[in-house]
């Protein structure tokens, strides 16, 4: 920036006949690089995340979405899940309500034993459940015992998972990842207890569900 200055500065007084004063030559290569950070600053703020994007599992396994949703007024809670194989398509959607009042770790690992229960119900013998809530799948993925409520989900769901399946995984994603399963928990505020749609989803998440098929 100081360089630019003086070139600037010497062009003014080969071509115009004006002499700067060394101050002043300094104080605007400052000034440009004090706005170049701001600038530079500013559009590094602005500079959209990648979204994440749901992607089918490998020929032969299930994808399980899962989440959960807290409605605190009604003084209760939802699970959503939705289960697709390799060519992202339906193999079943579900909303689940339950009454009560539990933290957001419990719902989530509540909706994982759900999501579980609904694919040994189905038959699926290689699966992958996968929510967007890191610390049950990572208290899933590493099979760590916690004394705790939630331990104590974790357990459940892992016993049953491995009699239930004969190839079974855990997994990740980031909230745009999973709409579709998030749409259905918050679908389930409008339930007495539990819809299931076979090969099929709701009108309510169906724009979610074709929007991951671009995939």
């Known amino acids: 920036m100081t360089m630019w200055a003086l070139w600037n500065g010497r062009n003014r007084f080969v071509f115009e006949g004006i002499r700067d004063e060394p101050t002043v ?28 994007r749901w992607q089918p599992p490998c020929r032969g396994t299930y ?3 899962v989440d959960g949703a807290i409605f605190a007024d009604h003084h209760c809670v939802g699970f959503g899940v939705i ?8 193999i079943a959607a579900a909303s689940k309500r339950l009454d009560g009042s539990f933290s957001a770790t419990l719902v989530e690992a509540m909706a994982f034993r759900f999501a ?6 189905l038959g699926l013998q290689s699966v992958t459940v996968e929510g967007d809530n890191l610390e049950v799948v990572q208290a899933l993925a590493t099979s760590v015992e916690l004394l705790s409520p939630l331990g104590l989900i974790v357990e459940d769901i892992l016993h049953d998972a491995a009699q239930f399946f004969s190839d079974v995984s855990f997994s990740h994603i980031q909230r745009d990842g999973n709409m579709v399963a998030h749409g259905l928990a918050r679908h389930a505020r409008f339930l007495e207890d539990l ?13 979610l569900f074709l929007a991951d098929l671009t995939f």
């Not at 819809?195 to 724009?207: I, T």
């Open 116 to 121: 579980v229960e609904l694919a040994h119900d």
């Open 195 to 207: 819809s299931v749609w076979m090969e099929d989803v709701p009108a309510c998440v169906r724009a």
């Open 63 to 65: 994808k399980i979405n």
């Open 83 to 90: 289960i697709r194989d390799w060519e992202g398509q339906p």
């Open 25 to 52: 030559v300094v104080n605007k290569a400052a000034s440009i690089w004090t706005d170049f950070c701001a600038a530079a600053a500013g559009q590094g703020s602005s500079v959209p995340l990648p979204r994440a």
